[in-house]
């Protein structure tokens, strides 16, 4: 009785013993960052322009999570600046969206996904595919 006592106490007690961003997976878990600022796995929407916001997706739904890749699809909003990006018009089209290359930002000191690729349903702006890379971290 006593033994089994201690080995529900050890159990219990361990949590204490092991470092809280073990705990978390602080170096398992990949973020996107959604507005510039702000870092969140799995987002249901991430502002990829983010001096003037002409190019968001929303409406994210993730097929995969994984700290080296994620695959989703949702709804992509492209302004197409014409005459001028505050008189342009927005387009939007349905496409998957794929984040890998992980990197470490500091501060905050969590791994946030640096490239993009996105192919679209029909044409986005006269185009299927789109892919751009190094999205920075959290200012």
Known sequence: MRRSIAIVFAILALPALVPTSAIAGDRTTTYAMTDCH??????PE????????NYYVDHLHWDRWHP???IGWGL???NDCHPSCAEGTFHTEWGAIRLRHRERCTPPGRFVFQRVRVLSVGRLLG?????????GCPI
């Open 76 to 78: 992509f909003h492209q």
């Open 68 to 70: 080296w890749r994620a």
């Open 38 to 43: 702000h870092l969140r796995v799995t987002p």
């Open 127 to 135: 185009r299927h595919r789109t892919a751009f890379g190094h999205l």
């Open 46 to 53: 991430i502002l990829f322009a983010c001096g003037d916001g």
